[in-house]
């Protein structure tokens, strides 16, 4: 017996298999940034080397944030995190004051 699939399995693997790909294609891309990253403070690769690479992972986050629809809500991470990191800098400072 043959297993065909409907319409509808069709477009869920149309959909799952791309959000698939941008995730495993994102973490190859991050595992070239680690590289990268890490030859470069060992003097093996120039700066330019890891710029290429932070773009190709920023060029595969704004993929996945398209895919998910939740560029909104990274935006509004981002900001709660960075206003976090922004205390932690300005605590620092009184305490070395």
Do not use: H
């Not at 070239?32 to 710029?51: D, H, P």
Request: proline share 1%.
């Amino acid at each position: 017996m043959k297993n065909l699939p409907n319409k509808f399995s069709q477009e869920a693997i149309k959909k799952e298999g791309i959000q698939t790909l941008a995730i495993i294609k994102t973490c190859e891309e991050m595992g070239e940034l680690i590289q990268a990253l890490s030859k470069y403070t060992r003097g093996k690769w120039k700066i330019n080397k890891v710029s290429e690479e932070i773009a190709d992972v920023e060029i595969m986050l704004d993929q996945l944030k398209a895919i998910f629809s939740i560029s909104a809500q990274v935006f509004d991470e981002k900001l709660v995190k960075t206003r976090k990191i922004s205390e932690k800098i300005r605590r620092y400072g009184k305490k070395s004051v």
